[in-house]
Nanobody, 125 residues
């Protein structure tokens, strides 16, 4: 399995920015999908963004609620996934989880086999 460790969470004001990082270690693959999910208090975990890459190229996917505000990226040399969050809203408050899966994974959490411990993001009004 791939070990995932998130960092970068914290408390920010509405309209602010925050960048989450996810460091991957252990068994990794050249072709893979990594993504971000979040879970707000009392609510179900939901998809945020994902990035899939193979030797033919890369693809990104975003939830409508974050499109235009969040950007997912990766640094292959550092084996790290990022989530740049801009124009944060109180509705973005949640525990954010990093996940990894095969290239077929896209937005369904059941398709991701490896998960991080989660990092708290709180956005004040």
């Amino acid at each position: 399995q791939v070990q995932l460790v998130e960092s970068g969470g914290g408390l920010v004001q509405a309209g602010g920015s925050l960048r989450l990082s996810c460091a991957a270690s252990g068994r990794t693959f050249s072709s893979y999908t990594m993504g971000w999910f979040r879970q707000a208090p009392g609510k179900e975990r939901e998809f945020v963004a994902s990035l899939s890459w193979t030797w033919t190229g890369a693809s990104t996917y975003y939830a409508d609620s974050v499109k235009g505000r969040f950007t997912i990226s990766r640094d292959n040399a550092k084996n790290t996934l990022y989530l740049q969050m801009n124009s944060l809203k109180p509705e973005d408050t949640a525990v954010y989880y990093c996940a990894a899966g095969p290239t077929s994974a896209r937005t369904m959490e059941v398709d991701f086999g490896s998960w991080g411990q989660g990092t708290q993001v709180a956005v004040s009004a």
